[in-house]
Every structure is written in C-alpha cells, then in structure tokens.
T-cell receptor
C-alpha cells in the first residue's frame, strides 16, 4: 500500500491563523485526497487533487501537490474553532497517512 | 458527490460470533473497494483491497480467514469478522473507488461501523 505520512502530527493554533499540514507518500499516484475526521466520527472528504494538478482551492482550503517530491500540503486559512479535527491524506492506492491533529483555540 | 454507505453503523456482539459489515456504493460502480480499521486516536490501517469478482488482497498481518471479504458486485462489498473476540473491537471503514460523474478514479469513504465485541 502507498502509506502517506503527515507532519506535523499535532498542531495547535489560535482562531484566525492559518494552518498548514504536509503529507508525503512513497510511490506514484493518480490522485491524492485530503479528509478530516472529528473524534469518533467518520471521514469527511475535503478535496481531491490529481497528479497533473499543482494546486487546488476549495473555500478556505488550498491544496498543493508536488509529484517530484511526492508531497502535498493542505492550507486552511482563517481557521475557526470548528476546524478542530484530525486531517488525513490518502492516495488512490489505498494508503492512508497518520494524520495531523489540528486544534484551533478560540 | 458520490455516496458510500455502510451497514450497520454500530454492532455489539458476543465473543465467538461472526459479524458481517456491508459497504455499498450508492450512485456509482466501484471497481475497487478498500477496508480499513481504526483504533482510537490512530490513523486508518488498510486491511485489504478487493476488486469486483476477484479475491481480496490482504495487507501483511491481516488474517484472511478471520476477515472474510466478498466483493460480488460493483456496488457491494462485505467484510465478515469471523469468531469475533474483544480485540477485534474497532471502527471499520470501507471506501469505494470507481468512475463517478465527471471524476474518474475517485475514492469515497463510508461512514464507518463501530464493532464492540463483549
């Protein structure tokens, strides 16, 4: 499987600040997806970026993909307390990263 | 976006019984389905990958006789936890990959099934 790895493992910021999370993977991909998960709940699909795309936006989310470095980043701008969750990247090969636990303090 | 459902949402069973979890893709044909398990405060761990009509490919350390996977149609995969024991208690999540609308090869996750074995 193509296991992704996120860093940082945990991130704590103040409301209004931006949060950046990174993900690296090991093998070639067709696409990479970011998900969030609230404690004890299911996964919520945030955004998909394909291997031929470099950047994608969705609301306050911005995702970049660098296939040469096999890495992706997720930027959440103007964070809110409700953004507190775990964020995972996943590749189309089924691999899933360890996740970043984001805490946004009001 | 496409929807993947799981049934049941949660199940409590006695040790030694078998439990079947269903994963359905509701509006697209899933050529591939993945099964994961997740322990509290941990990431998802891929258990197996199944392609419609063929045997599932299990990840290292996952017992295929313990976790039976059937992917008999393009919209349904099942995971059966046989002779469940308390250590099998976990959150089981499936995902489905296939052609959906304008997006190809996108992967959608089910809401998960919480299994508690007493």
């Amino acid at each position: 499987s193509q296991q992704g790895e996120e860093d940082p493992q945990a991130l704590s910021i103040q409301e209004g600040e931006n949060a950046t999370m990174n993900c690296s993977y090991k093998t070639s991909i067709n696409n990479l997806q970011w998900y969030r998960q609230n404690s004890g709940r299911g996964l919520v699909h945030l955004i998909l970026i394909r291997s031929n795309e470099r950047e994608k936006h969705s609301g306050r989310l911005r995702v970049t993909l660098d296939t040469s470095k096999k890495s992706s980043s997720l930027l959440i701008t103007a964070s809110r307390a409700a953004d507190t969750a775990s964020y995972f990247c996943a590749t189309d090969g089924g691999g899933f990263g360890e996740g970043t636990q984001l805490t946004v303090n009001p | 976006g496409a929807v993947v459902s799981q049934h049941p949402s949660w199940v409590i069973c006695k040790s030694g019984t078998s439990v079947k979890i269903e994963c359905r893709s509701l509006d697209f044909q899933a050529t591939t389905m993945f099964w994961y398990r997740q322990f509290p405060k941990q990431s998802l761990m891929l258990m197996a990958t199944s392609n419609e009509g063929s045997k599932a490919t299990y990840e290292q350390g996952v017992e295929k006789d313990k976790f039976l996977i059937n992917h008999a149609s393009l919209t349904l995969s099942t995971l059966t936890v046989t002779s469940a024991h308390p250590e099998d208690s976990s959150f089981y999540i499936c995902s489905a990959r296939g052609v959906s609308g304008n997006d190809y090869n996108e992967q959608f996750f089910g809401p998960g099934t919480r299994l508690t074995v007493l």
